[in-house]
């Protein structure tokens, strides 16, 4: 923390940040959040440790609307979600000052997050500053994924059945998504209506399949939307199916290259296209 801290004072004094978006810890409570931290504000309440939780790059495209240099404080999984934000256009890497901070996993629950087991990279794959330890895994894992394939077709749409069926349709998921950015997002959409808007099962399954094709290659595996669902649907075994499949056909993982686009948004001459028939020339 003392490195961080002082890594922060310097970007201040140099005028290199407006403001730095990391983690607070409420004294009076001790509960960890997500805050922004000006210049003449003390740092002594910043913490960087199991709690952090929150992925901040979902407060991002708010504070860069308002400052022109904003410092932001991430995790391995969070500089993922961030590198997608950059490839997208979402944000300017110009005005973000990263400060990568090699993460020993966090907690959900009282538990180890179940994220952390699969982790890629414990350090941002995009830093300008780098503080503490990168441990990187070679190959991916997707140990839960593999448990659900092994399943008969029949078997697995009872698994996700029961958990849609149950799904609010309150959307915390979708707002708590750094990638779920649509000016206007297709279960909101009445012209035409792509998905009913009640919560039943019919219409749910609708919404969890189409979300999870939109972050194909995308989902960075922050965490975020299983954490917040009231519901506790199982959203990453989703995301990590697709994330398992692009990885198999392309051979990318969405925010490990924060110069790749995802593949869904790339034609390329090699793909070997089954549908339109051939190659593209
Ligand atoms: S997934 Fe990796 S980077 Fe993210 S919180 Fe867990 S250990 Fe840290
Ligand atoms: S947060 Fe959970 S209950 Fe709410 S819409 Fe998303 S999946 Fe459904
Ligand atoms: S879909 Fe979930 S895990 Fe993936 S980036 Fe969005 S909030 Fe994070």
Known sequence: MKAMRKKIKELFANGDVDVVLGYREDPASGEVKASVFKKDEMLEDMVFDERCVQNLVNYLPTLVARYSKVGIVLKGCDGRSLATQLVEHRINKNQIVALGVGCEGV??????????????????????????????????VF???????????????KFFAEYFERCERCYACRQICPSCYCEICVADQQEPK???????????????????????GRCADCGECERVCPQEIPMRLM???????????FGVRPGMDPEELPPLVVLSKEDPDTIMGGKHE
């Open 143 to 157: 140990s839960k994924v593999e448990e659900i394939e092994k399943m008969s077709p029949a078997e697995r749409w």
């Open 107 to 140: 907690k959900v629950g009282g538990k180890d997050a179940d994220k952390c087991e699969d982790c890629p990279t414990s350090m941002s794959p995009v830093t300008d500053h780098e503080i503490g330890d990168k441990k990187q895994k070679k190959d991916p």
């Open 239 to 249: 995301n990590n199916a697709l994330e398992k499949a692009v990885h198999e056909l």
């Open 194 to 216: 792509w998905i009913e808007p009640s919560a039943k099962l019919s219409a749910n399954t609708m919404w969890h399949l189409i979300r999870a094709y939109h972050l194909a």
